[in-house]
């Protein structure tokens, strides 16, 4: 399957080749802001074309990297050399090295 | 992960959740390992306080966060010190630097209670998130158990790959034998809190019943209602606008 990694920064107003992708991601930034209006509007929206269980794992995934993220930038842990392995062609082409985090998480290596 | 009525919500939440959020609940109103269960709940309501914080708003709006001087508006509760970094975890962690934890530490804030702050900080945000999220209210603190913090530092805990100590993989052992749970990798995620164990156990633990088992982040094939896919593009998600590398 290939996936359009552009809606990762924001940048694709489409599914970007993931089921409901648009959606997801519109919940996401709600929900990231704050907008509560936003928030309920996304809700529903995605609730009709989600079964609730799967509206509960997205609601909890945002939740777990709200938690990994701190920990990771507030530690700064270095990337895992297998991870990056994994991931160094997405990161490429998301231009991850934008964010201040990339340099504490090259540091610390 | 705190035992808080999800009702509201009017959907399913998982029991794995409810038990990680019942878990929670006893693990913040706690004794910790350097902080007592009032300070633990202090520094959770001093986090919830920072969203509000005029100095954090500039700060964030700001292109560089040091760019912006000023006092945190507090609870008044917790030393300046410590109030700062509660904030900063709290409300921009995406560009927290070297720097500035070597400040706080030269300020007199040890790595154990900073990793342990860290801990409580980063899984409200995740709890509070979650309720935003199922458009019910957070919930609120449960009141602190009495007892004293335990005071362990793991004697393996050495300076690794991090700003902090971390117990490596190789060398667990005793009391925290069972710290990494013999998973094959154990990434830094599941290390980096491991200079204070109980707070490393309680990542694990939220993690797993929130997105997937820290073992499993490698096998695509493992999913949720939520498939693999869906679940990745939310954390990417999440993370792009967190800021966080990692």
Not at chain 1, 30 to 39: E, F, L, R, S
Not at chain 1, 59 to 78: E, K, Q, S
Not at chain 2, 73 to 89: C, I, K, N, Q, Y
Request: one cysteine or more; aromatic letters at 6%; a negative charge.
């Amino acid at each position: 399957m290939e996936v359009d990694l552009s809606v990762v920064n924001g940048d694709a107003g489409s599914d970007a080749g993931v089921e409901h992708g648009a959606r997801l991601v519109a919940f996401v930034e709600a929900v990231m802001q704050g907008d509560d209006a936003a928030i309920e509007r996304e809700r529903r929206e995605l609730l009709a074309v989600l079964p609730a269980e799967s509206f509960v794992d997205a609601a909890a995934t945002i939740g777990a990297f709200n938690i990994v993220d701190r920990v990771a930038d507030a530690t700064g842990i270095a990337l895992d050399e297998m991870l990056e392995a994994m991931s160094s062609d997405f990161r490429g082409k998301l231009k991850l090295e934008r964010f201040a985090s990339a340099a504490n998480t090259r540091q610390a290596k | 992960m705190i035992d808080f009525d999800c009702s509201p919500a009017g959907v399913p939440i998982r029991d794995d959740l409810r038990e990680a959020h019942r878990f929670l609940r006893l693990h913040l109103s706690s004794p910790g390992t350097w902080w007592s269960a009032h300070e633990r709940l202090a520094i959770a309501a001093e986090s919830r306080n920072a969203i509000g914080c005029g100095l954090c708003g500039e700060r964030k709006a700001a292109l560089s966060p040091n760019a912006v001087t000023g006092s945190h508006d507090t609870l008044g509760v917790l030393p300046a010190d410590v109030v700062e970094v509660v904030h900063r975890v709290r409300t921009d962690s995406g560009r927290l630097s070297k720097v500035w934890f070597d400040r706080v530490i030269a300020g007199g804030l040890e790595e154990t209670r900073y990793v342990e702050l860290v801990s409580i900080v980063a899984l409200l945000a995740g709890v509070d998130y979650f309720a935003r999220a199922l458009g019910i209210a957070p919930p609120l603190l449960p009141e602190p158990l009495g007892g004293e913090p335990s005071r362990h530092r793991p004697t393996s805990a050495k300076a690794q790959a991090a700003w902090v100590p971390m117990i490596a993989a190789e060398d667990v052992q005793d009391l925290e034998a069972d710290i990494y749970g013999g998973a094959p990798f154990v990434p830094n995620i599941m290390r980096a809190l491991s200079l204070v164990p109980d707070e490393a156990r309680m990542l694990q633990r939220a993690s797993s019943a929130h997105y997937v088992a820290v073992a499993q982040i490698g096998d695509p094939t493992v999913r949720r209602s939520l498939d693999r896919m869906q679940m990745e593009l939310v954390a990417a998600r999440v993370s792009a606008l967190n800021e966080c590398f990692y």
